[in-house]
């Protein structure tokens, strides 16, 4: 029996992995699952677009049955992987979904619940964990180990020898350069370039990439504000 797949998230990213995964079923001539729906906290997720697949449930609630097969479209890595895990813990099955333009090179090893977006590559010997997310034309080096829940945006490009930590975000066009480290939760901005460790949980951005206090950077605004 064809299993149906279900789409965690319903948003403009959800709407990507669906394009991707009817590519997918297209190049395939025995797909082993079929488009089944989204799992969505909001049953109108999908009301202004001519989506004619369905919001069948609330991720926080839905009860995984035999035939389901799921992958996350969660950008944020610590909400991916808290719903992810809690599915998981329901007995929910999650597959890889690999663009076929994608390039998955020699004795690359991928965790459970991977998503390559289109002309996403791995080149050799790269090792990813579980519910970890490429997108478009995102590029990974040499002997790159990256943990459980990342997530890389577009044209972001891994080095060789990089260590990326459990559910580390970075935003499109980010660089980490060769034998970098960027540790647990931390995240990247947009265009930065990464040289050296990046702490875990902080937020580095720039060219090299220097850590940001988001609070701080707030604050000239919002006393503007007040005056």
Known sequence: MTARLLIIGAGGFGREILAWAEDVVRATPSPEWTIGGFLDANPQALKAFNIDVPVVGDPASYAPQPN??????????????????????????????????????????????????????????????????????????????????????????VTGAARLGKGVFMGSHAVVAPKAVVEDFARIGAGSVVVRRVKA??????????????????APAESAKAA
Not at 138 to 149: C, L, Q, S, T, Y
């Open 68 to 157: 389901d097969r799921f992958v996350c479209a969660i950008g944020d890595p610590a909400t991916k992987l808290r719903v992810c895990e809690a599915l998981r813990g329901r007995g929910a099955q999650f597959i890889n979904l690999v663009h076929p333009t994608a390039l998955v090179g020699p004795r690359c090893q991928l965790g459970t619940g991977a998503i390559l977006c289109p002309f996403a590559a791995l080149t050799v010997d790269v090792t990813l964990g579980d519910f970890v997310t490429l997108n478009l034309r995102a590029g990974v080096g040499h002997d790159v180990r990256i943990g459980d829940g990342a997530t890389l945006n577009a044209y972001c490009d």
């Open 201 to 218: 949980g902080s937020s580095v951005i720039g060219v090299p990439a220097k850590r940001i206090d988001f609070d701080t950077v707030a």
